[in-house]
């Protein structure tokens, strides 16, 4: 008896293909009516980074971490680089935030290498009233 009860169960399955484009079908299947944006279709191109190019750049300190040597800056677009974002970034050299603090408007250098981006300048901007 246990034999037929198992049988049925070990026969193979017929295969489902899945689709080649999940997210596609799926939000096609939900609004049929509606058609996607070019522009939300398209990714953001950025260029590719240049290696050891310094790359300026303007934000708000979020967060600093003295201990670890890292900034989170809340920027805004660093071109030719990355869009505007909120990123933690490496300090070439940790000395570079003893003169500014969290909530603080910083000019900045970004420097792209193999291992990653790394602040080489940082710099409080004056306030405008």
Known sequence: MLAAMLCPACRQQPKVEKPSTPTTQVAAIRNPSDTPSPVAAKPLEMPSPVFDKAYPG???????NRKEGWVEIKHEEIKGLMPAMTMEFWLKNRSLVDKVSVGDRVDFTIVETRKGEF???????????
Do not use: E, N, R
Request: proline share 11%.
């Open 119 to 129: 602040i080489t300048k940082l710099k409080k901007t004056p306030t405008v009233p």
């Open 58 to 64: 303007t934000g708000v300190i979020m967060i600093i």
